[in-house]
């Protein structure tokens, strides 16, 4: 059964900074992994996919990596902005075409 | 990205009644759809999956005639609570992909509240 942990549960940072997002998982037959977003009280925002074959996506200050052979993504986010902040989440599709969530990391990005 | 659309985004009813929630994909259509509940401060929990013309599969613990799901369209699924109950009270949030390698949309969510 795939596992997948976010470590921190939260994070806070001063504006401006870059910083790590962690994502690891136990299963590596994955068909892709996908980020998300999601703010308080809302539904969750896809911000990068990253297929099984890829290594990694950019979307403007976002950039994720997927290193299957050690289980792990990262999502790295540059000059951080306090309208970054929000909770983490990453996703693995398996087989089974369902999604399966980490706990999310709520990230904190002060002014 | 490509748009999911959830309504009511939040509802209040009194025990007993059955609400639904429609999930509408507005520019794909959508082979599979899921529809997850959420507590506060926690993850995802899938309740159950739903494929275009067939019956839902649902997450071991998930009541099937609690929660109904009907995906008749390729862009409609439709979670209806039967005979709600406080303990239903919840975020209920849908999400539909084209396929299985494709990405995953969500809704914006539903905020129900069963008094």
């Known amino acids: 059964k795939q596992e997948v942990t976010q470590i921190p549960a939260a994070l806070s940072v001063p504006e401006g900074e870059n910083l790590v997002l962690n994502c690891s998982f136990t299963d590596s037959a994955i068909y892709n992994l996908q980020w998300f977003r999601q703010d308080p009280g809302k539904g969750l925002t896809s911000l990068l996919l990253?297929?099984?074959?890829?290594r990694e996506q950019t979307s403007g200050r976002l950039n994720a990596s997927l290193d299957k052979s050690s289980g792990r993504s990262t999502l790295y986010i540059a000059a951080s902005q306090p309208g970054d902040s929000a909770t983490y989440l990453c996703a693995l599709t398996g087989a089974n075409s369902k999604l399966t969530f980490g706990k999310g990391i709520t990230l904190s990005v002060r002014p | 990205g490509a748009v999911v659309s959830q309504h009511p985004s939040w509802v209040i009813c009194k025990s007993g009644t059955s609400v639904k929630i429609e999930c509408r994909s507005l520019?794909?259509?959508?082979?599979?759809m899921f529809w997850y509940r959420q507590f506060p401060k926690q993850s995802l929990m899938l309740m159950a999956t739903?494929?275009?013309?067939?019956?839902?599969?649902?997450e071991q613990g998930v009541e099937k005639d609690k929660f109904l799901i009907n995906h008749a369209s390729l862009t409609l699924s439709t979670l209806t609570v039967t005979s709600a109950h406080p303990e239903d009270s919840s975020f209920y949030i849908c999400s539909a992909r084209q396929d299985t390698n494709t990405e995953a949309f969500f809704g914006q969510g539903t905020r129900l509240t069963v008094v």
């Open positions: 990253i297929q099984s074959s890829q």
């Open positions: 520019d794909f259509q959508a082979t599979t």
């Open positions: 739903s494929n275009e013309g067939s019956k839902a599969t649902y």
